[in-house]
């Protein structure tokens, strides 16, 4: 009699929690969603070599981060 109540406890708890890691993944995926999956604006578009810069840090011969659009006489205000 104990053994099957062992077993129906085992089922249970891996039933619980392989629901509970479903709930989780979907959770997980629509956080994803709603706030990583698409830019705040469509025109938030930075270039490649921009991002490298910031995090890697600017090398002494590096131009200046500008404004998109922005010409180097510019910036010699």
């Known amino acids: ?3 099957l109540r062992s077993r ?3 089922r ?3 039933l619980e929690i392989t ?3 479903i709930v989780k993944a ?3 995926w629509l956080a994803w ?3 990583f999956a698409h830019p705040v604006a469509e025109n938030m578009n930075v270039p ?3 991002v490298r810069q910031q995090i890697m840090g600017a090398t002494a011969s590096a ?3 500008r404004i998109p659009g922005e010409t180097p006489d510019d910036t010699r205000r």
């Open 63 to 65: 131009p200046a981060l």
């Open 12 to 14: 249970r708890l891996a």
């Open 33 to 35: 969603h709603a706030w």
């Open 48 to 50: 490649t070599e921009m």
């Open 26 to 28: 979907i959770l997980l």
């Open 19 to 21: 629901a509970l890691l």
């Open 8 to 10: 129906s406890f085992d």
């Open 1 to 3: 009699m104990q053994l």
